[in-house]
């Protein structure tokens, strides 16, 4: 298998380290929505994020919190989003589990802008039976 993140953890690429513990490692992206843009991912490999164990999966969530608000304090940020893009649909270009922290400023120019959609008459129930049912297995 050929993951650019695992070869980041193992010191085979380069990268500006900003975090790391047992489970996580955090870095920034190489090509950043804005200065400051910080990756943290899993240590162990997991292709997304219903693959990854919930232990693993607090243990990246605690360290994403911790490396929000360093960036927020440090970078002086009016703002951050945290970003997880699921399967090619969502965006995912890498294959690794990661959260992306995007320090954000009121004047950035970056705007998510999705074009969003209304529910016809009874279809909003529709859905929503359908993801109960769902949780509930």
Known sequence: MDCIFCDIIEGKSEAEIIYEDERVISFLDI???NYGHTLVITKNHYE???SVPVKELNAVIKAARKI???????????GFNIV?????????????FHFHIIPRYNTDKFHFRPELKNYSNGSMKEFADKIRTAVKK
């Open 84 to 96: 997880a893009n699921n399967g090619t649909a969502a965006g995912q270009s890498v294959f690794h």
């Open 31 to 33: 090509r950043p929505v």
């Open 68 to 78: 929000a608000e360093a960036i927020s304090i440090s970078l002086k940020t009016d």
């Open 48 to 50: 997304n994020f219903l």
